[in-house]
DNA sequence: CTGTTAGCGCATTCAC
DNA sequence: GTGAATGCGCTAACAG
């Protein structure tokens, strides 16, 4: 292999001058620049990246990090998440590692470990809790990191994240506006900060109408399918006073509720209404519902740049939080999930 | 952080030797090495891994490469797979990494760099195609690598498979004694070494009943329900003499083809009978198929083991060849999806 | 603009 | 058994 020092004997010159050049450094004269580009490219210069990591203390790669396999995210999600962080991380000339702890470690030991042996210079932290550990720790030992969500709605890390409350808030209002007044809310589990937010715009939105909170018609669950399934099969079937309207967490849980109403031999929306959030996951298309489902939508794959960008800069430090945080767009979609009451 | 010096230092030993103690030398007292390792654990001591790298000219990292993402095989599948190789290399000390390359690179150009830039020791190949051009390049660049599957039935490369050909015998055979001989097979998508494989086990096994190979019998398509279904609707709807059994490639496939059955009108296996290969994937269950899936079964959740353990061994070097190779078992059941004509 | 000097942390000669 | 010396390839002071 070639290095610096094969370089530098080829074109007479020092070994400093030609890593200055291939560098970029501003103290170089232009024809010594293209002198040396033209010899790197003709000898297929590579730079030895451990060297390179050894002298910079840092080791070029970052990390999502899930603390078992049973963390992983369903199926879909995960390979768009995988594929979105690895490809855009490339184009900042980043590595990017998956790692997959065992059942028995300690959530924080497999980032203690990582972070020490200086493996990783940078996490992307996936589904943030609230008072989460992992970013607690990354914060106490200045590790940089980029949040899929945030800690909290004022949360001074770089992250991108969309408007969670405004997302429930804005669904919960157009079912008020069409007359609902028992509105079940079928949300992801409880402690995530993107539930709690959007727990805060359900309640809001039912206080500005004036309707109590019912805790009966909010619930926690992991947001699949099977799960919206079984939960609405709960309201429908078992509940005294059947909501008259559902709020899906997102697409997956909705699949599973318009399964339980045709189960059921109910119509939606003559029976019960429907709305929900579309993260634009590739499987599911919101649109081709049937009835087609009404959403709030935000592309969830349009995510992975910003994040990515975000952990660069973070690790090149000098960026003013500003350029390191975005709140995506989300648009309303209205389509014929919901009937008037 | 704790080095090597701090360590020499604090112990009053040349770093020489805190260094043999720490790797498990031979000519270090026991006396010192317990001094060493107590004092390594009390001072927090990690090795730096760049350091270590550039010294031993390895990067500690192997990693499994899409050219792009739609080469990244479906959910289930992926997850599997990227959780699975990721566990059990870190069992073996090596970091694994996922790397999806942008459309617009050749095949080649993106191993090429990774191999060039020493960032990967080893490589994981998946879905082997005939005279593959990976395979082809690591082998002339002497990189380690793994195969899931086999370049060739003899191939003389670090692998894990199943015998694909005698599963697809197997089954064939299976439906052979039962009577059938208008046998369809629903393979996957050719120049996959695999699906060859099972060509030529269905093949041999038609021959050895005296049955004609008919090519519109077998057909290629992509491993996924949607196309089992349209072939499967195309052999019942449109094909002058109706097959009377179907192969399936996996369990898939078998989906589709129960679900065109079924919209058809028809029944299974009264009208017509269908086997499959079964991975054992975690989403879908074979047995509780309606009515329940005779096939062939092979974990393929248990090839993630032994493909680490031999890249692992591939890049320490010094295993012979059969020590690297491995035929999983793969099991017939008989359950309740072939009729006897 | 360019070259010299030094050192990142570690493992491996080679001596004793 | 142990230590001193050397170098992996690269970048960052420091001089000129």
Redesign the pocket.
Known sequence: ?T???DLSRALG?????V??A??GHS????A?RERVMEAAKILNYI??IA??R???GRSGTVGLVFRNRSEVPPDTLFVETTCGLSEFFAEHDLQFMLHVGRLTDDEIKVYRRLVDSRTLDGFVILNPVVDDRRIAFLREREVPFVVHGRAAPDSAHPYFDIDNEEVAHRLTRHLIERGHRRIAFINGLRSLTFVEARQRGYARALAEAGIAYDETLHVAVEMTESAGLVESVRFVAHMAERPTAVICGNTRIAKGVYRAVEAAGLSIPGDVSVVAHDDLLFEFDSERFNPPLTVTASALSESWKPMATFLARAIDGGYPLAQMQEIGRTVFIERASVATV
């Open positions: 292999m290095t610096l020092k010159l020092s070994v400093t001058q890593s200055r291939l560098n103290d170089v004269s232009a010594t730079p030895n060297a390179r050894l002298v910079s």
